[in-house]
């Protein structure tokens, strides 16, 4: 069974600080999904990383994926209270069937102002 | 844009009641799924369906069944609900890895 472990579960940081989160598995994925959910929706997905070593930027996040496509990061420059939510990676393993994900179990970020 | 909806946001049912929970994807997508949202425990899969009337186990799926006859609509059944089953419920879509989710329904079993 193919497991993601995220750290830290939970965040809370000042408006303007820096933080970044964590996903670990001794598994190779063939592909990393972050998401983002917001309070009474569903998740979103923010970013798809597919070659090790693979840096993304969106706006003010940063995303990788570990060389080994066992891990991946994400980075947030000077968060904002908008930045709030639950923040899920899912794997992807192109040897499984019909495209499910193996998600972790997300990092609960508030921002406060 | 995929739109995926869910037939109640909130439901609140009592043990014993058989529960339909509704999910319908307007993209034409082979896949959907369900899965259910706990604190500290994440998404856990239920069922998933890659086809019509096509349906696999997921990780968690005692208790709960599914039907799909038609493309776009997958419905989770709860024969008969139980307070553990008190939970999120979210549904997804996806043609491939991506996949598009439903804004949930916040199941109370009392």
């Known amino acids: 069974t193919q497991l993601l472990e995220q750290s830290p579960q939970f965040l809370s940081i000042q408006e303007g600080e820096n933080l970044t989160v964590y996903c670990n598995s001794s598994?190779?994925?063939?592909?990393l999904q972050w998401y983002r959910q917001e309070p009474g929706e569903g998740p979103v997905l923010l970013v798809t990383?597919?070659?090790?070593?693979e840096v993304k930027k969106l706006k003010r996040l940063t995303f990788q994926f570990g060389d080994a496509r066992k891990d991946s990061s994400l980075h947030i420059t000077a968060a904002q209270p908008g930045d709030t939510g639950l923040y899920l990676c899912?794997?992807?393993?192109?040897?499984?069937?019909?495209?499910?994900?193996?998600f972790g179990k997300g990092t609960l970020l508030t921002v406060n102002p | 844009d995929v739109k995926v909806t869910q037939s109640s946001r909130y439901l609140v049912k009592r043990t014993g009641e058989k529960v339909f929970l509704e999910c319908v994807q307007d993209m034409d997508h082979e896949n959907m799924f369900w899965y259910r949202q706990d604190p500290g425990l994440g998404l856990r899969l239920i069922y998933f369906s890659y086809d019509v009337k096509m349906k696999e186990k997921g990780d968690i799926p005692e208790g709960y069944s599914v039907s799909r006859e038609k493309k776009e609509r997958f419905s989770l059944i709860l024969e008969s609900a139980s307070t553990n089953q008190t939970s999120m419920y979210l549904c997804?879509?996806?043609?491939?890895?991506?996949?598009?989710f439903g804004p949930g329904t916040r199941l109370t079993v009392l």
């Open positions: 899912a794997g992807f393993n192109s040897g499984g069937s019909n495209y499910k994900l193996t």
């Open positions: 598994s190779v994925f063939s592909s």
């Open positions: 997804a879509s996806s043609e491939t890895w991506r996949q598009f």
């Open positions: 990383v597919v070659t090790g070593g």
